[in-house]
């Protein structure tokens, strides 16, 4: 592989890992602002927290630290759409 | 790395990939069934399914197989999941 079209693979990996992490911020933001969530899969987030969990540890394993970092961020915001589900998994939990 | 650690990385990173692929089920299931994406984020997919084009196309470009099988089927996945959002975006579309 030539240096320029190394160039290019890390512009994609980096721009493919931005999209996987910042995915979950309009849904998480979504459901905070309608207050409802009751449309959204619960145990779709189940599988997202647990694959995301599992690539951290096998970036881990590798010592592949990209990928550790990419991942850990991406589990976090997982978790806090789970926790967003959670909460509002009928719609508002006052109402 | 040892042969049995190696051994146990593959596992990990196997189970990953199927935790990801397969959790893209749940949702298209349950949207389907309660004819209802309200609360999904269409935003949300729109980058999910850039995220796993883009991971495609740098498997690709690596000649990664395994990551490029795995990001194909989990963009047809999520490309079911966005259409079926589409189609439901605001409950049932012949209420």
């Known amino acids: ?3 320029s079209m190394n160039g290019i693979v890390v512009v994609i990996g980096t721009l ?3 999209c996987t992490i910042t995915s979950f911020v309009p849904q998480i933001w979504k459901i905070l602002k ?6 959204v899969s619960l145990r779709m987030y189940a599988l997202t927290v647990s694959a995301f969990t599992l690539w951290t ?5 590798l010592k592949a630290w990209p990928l550790v970092l990419a991942n850990s961020v ?14 509002f998994r ?6």
């Not at 540890?57 to 394993?61: L, N, T, W």
């Not at 978790?79 to 589900?85: D, I, Q, R, S, V």
């Open 57 to 61: 540890i096998y970036g881990v394993m």
């Open 74 to 87: 991406s589990l976090l915001l997982a978790g806090t759409a789970l926790a967003c589900k959670w909460r």
């Open 34 to 39: 309608e207050r409802d969530a009751s449309s």
């Open 16 to 18: 493919a890992a931005l």
């Open 90 to 95: 009928n719609g508002e939990p006052d109402a």
């Open 1 to 3: 592989m030539t240096g």
